[in-house]
């Protein structure tokens, strides 16, 4: 695993690019968020997604995806302006919304979840390559979530699968996973509750 430290406050362009060129050719980074460290993947790329799941060493179900700005969610999902307005209200942060996918030829998926999270290095990610991009934390299934690289080097060191590329941005602060809203139904439903109180979203 190749190991490039970032700056959280001012991403440097060329660690970007170089990050972005990796996600173009289907490959995973391990990446920082407003959480904790993510592992990333073009959502839309079946192989990139396969090794997803291999690297976490968990059964394929869904994934949740970043994407640069609200519009995005009408190209995937099934989203009328009450659902709409109900996410303006709540991104950019930790907040994942899941909808009814309607580009099941792109992704295999039944439903989506989305987020935008508050944050420059994904902002900066998302600026560059032009797609949706996997996040969900980088660790295996069912260990504990990584707020250091050292943590995430622990867990992925000697597998046979690695992610391609870290970003390294320091110590995250330890906050809460993101608060998870099923817009399926209606009035929406908490599927989980974490850092950021969502009782209201009806």
């Given at each position: 695993?190749?190991?490039?430290?970032?700056?959280?406050?001012?991403?440097?362009?060329?660690?970007?690019?170089?990050?972005?060129?990796?996600?173009?050719?289907?490959?995973?980074?391990?990446?920082?968020?407003?959480?904790?460290?993510?592992?990333?993947?073009?959502?839309?790329?079946?192989?990139?997604?396969?090794?997803?799941?291999?690297?976490?060493?968990?059964?394929?179900?869904?994934?949740?995806?970043?994407?640069?700005?609200?519009?995005?969610?009408?190209?995937?999902?099934?989203?009328?302006?009450?659902?709409?307005?109900?996410?303006?209200?709540?991104?950019?942060?930790?907040?994942?919304?899941?909808?009814?996918?309607?580009k099941?030829?792109?992704?295999?998926?039944?439903?989506?979840?989305f987020r935008?999270?508050?944050?420059?290095?994904?902002?900066?990610?998302?600026?560059?390559?032009?797609?949706?991009?996997?996040?969900?934390?980088?660790?295996?299934?069912?260990?504990?979530?990584?707020?250091?690289?050292?943590?995430?080097?622990?867990?992925?060191?000697?597998?046979?699968?690695?992610?391609?590329?870290?970003?390294?941005?320091?110590?995250?602060?330890?906050?809460?996973?993101?608060?998870?809203?099923?817009?399926?139904?209606?009035?929406?439903?908490?599927?989980?509750?974490g850092?950021?109180?969502?009782?209201?979203?009806?």
């Amino acid at each position: 695993m190749k190991i490039l430290k970032i700056n959280p406050l001012k991403p440097e362009s060329k660690i970007i690019s170089e990050a972005a060129s990796i996600l173009k050719l289907g490959g995973i980074i391990v990446y920082p968020t407003d959480t904790c460290y993510g592992l990333g993947a073009d959502i839309t790329n079946a192989v990139a997604l396969r090794k997803i799941f291999r690297i976490k060493e968990r059964d394929r179900k869904g994934i949740s995806m970043i994407v640069r700005d609200i519009d995005l969610v009408d190209k995937y999902a099934e989203i009328d302006n009450n659902r709409k307005n109900i996410m303006k209200k709540y991104f950019p942060g930790a907040v994942t919304f899941v909808l009814l996918n309607i580009k099941y030829q792109e992704i295999k998926m039944n439903t989506v979840a989305f987020r935008i999270p508050d944050y420059k290095i994904t902002k900066a990610l998302l600026k560059k390559i032009g797609f949706p991009l996997t996040t969900t934390s980088a660790n295996i299934s069912g260990k504990n979530v990584c707020y250091s690289i050292g943590e995430v080097l622990k867990q992925f060191k000697n597998k046979n699968i690695q992610p391609d590329l870290i970003l390294d941005a320091g110590n995250l602060k330890k906050n809460l996973p993101s608060t998870v809203v099923d817009l399926i139904s209606w009035p929406p439903r908490i599927l989980r509750q974490g850092s950021v109180n969502v009782k209201e979203a009806k």
